[in-house]
């Protein structure tokens, strides 16, 4: 097991190489991507730490893996601390290798600046999975650097996807905007709840029953999943974009993470909700939106880049002369600074 400051690729031999060093040694773009469709961990490893890193052979990497994608299902999970999430992820992780399928977990930390730490416990659970050679496991943390999560998450979903995995598990750590963000970059979003949480209430007002594609019961033992479940009818009765004709009317399962009860009706769902994404075009549109905002955080990415090299540029400070003077305002100075770029 390698541990590397940016994440954690459980089952990757050898110790990672220290950072410094690597961000320098020359990298073999091609033979890493055909190792990593080989399924070797340590060379996913290795693209994934490319894309965390900003690496320069990021451009490199990225249309190598181009001709590769496209395959995975992207499956994300969100909901409330404790909810059941990592416990559902590695029961999922547990059920699509016992159908023979490939598994990639990318579990991201919006929050933090740092990896590893946090996810800790996330990780000692997925031990189980550890030397399987069907599952790769990754913690990631978005940085403050390139738009953070909408930069680095995607170019990582690329690399597992690439790497052949059958479906992607995406689960986010840390609580805010984070649910909306990771259900734009999902196939299918799984929305989880638990009883007695006032879950279904507050999960209604934060707009995030509006991303779920599939919610989830979890702690089905528990007194209150019957109301759990009633609630959530209820708010699902009230409308929403699920009414539209054609329109995926998000299933509501129970589970049992912890035992797994309930599990492989869960991936029934998910495989449901994969054929429906494809029959109804409503697949290609997600991917066509998520690609669009890809574009744009790269784009603004290299905007913002260029902008460094021109706040504290002659070019602006006789902008902002001009200003001062009255001869020009903020705008037409803007515009004569972008025109520049
Ligand atoms: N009773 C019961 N407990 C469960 C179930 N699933 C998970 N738990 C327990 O709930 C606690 C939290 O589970 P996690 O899987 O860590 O929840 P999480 O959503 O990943 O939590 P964060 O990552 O901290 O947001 C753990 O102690 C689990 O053992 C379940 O189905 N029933
Ligand atoms: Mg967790």
Known sequence: MTESPQGTAVQTPGPAAPRGRRGRRAVDVPDLVARARDGEARAVARLISLVEDASPAVREVAAALAPHTGRAQVVGLTGSPGVGKSTTTTALVRAYRARGLRVGVLAVDPSSPFSGGALLGDRVRMQDHAGDAGVYIRSMA?????????????????????????????????????????????????????????????????????????????????????????????????????????????????????????IDALVDTIAEHRDWLASSGEGHRRRAVRAAREIEAIALAGLRERMGDVRGSAALGTLAEQVVAGETDPFRAADALLAQL
């Open 142 to 262: 978005s940085r403050g650097h390139l738009g953070g999560l909408a930069w680095a998450t995607p170019q990582a979903l690329r690399v597992l996807d690439a790497a052949g995995c059958d479906v992607v598990l995406v689960e986010t750590v840390g609580v805010g905007q984070s649910e909306l963000e990771i259900a734009s970059l999902a196939d299918t979003t799984l929305v989880l709840l638990a009883p007695g949480m006032g879950d279904g209430i507050q999960a209604a007002k934060a707009g995030i029953l509006e991303v779920a594609d599939v919610l989830v019961v979890n702690k089905a033992d528990r007194d209150g999943a019957d109301q759990t479940v009633r609630d959530l009818r209820y708010t699902l009765s009230l409308g929403g974009r699920h009414e539209l004709a054609g329109a995926w009317r998000p299933p509501i399962r129970r589970t049992v993470a912890a035992s797994d009860t309930g």
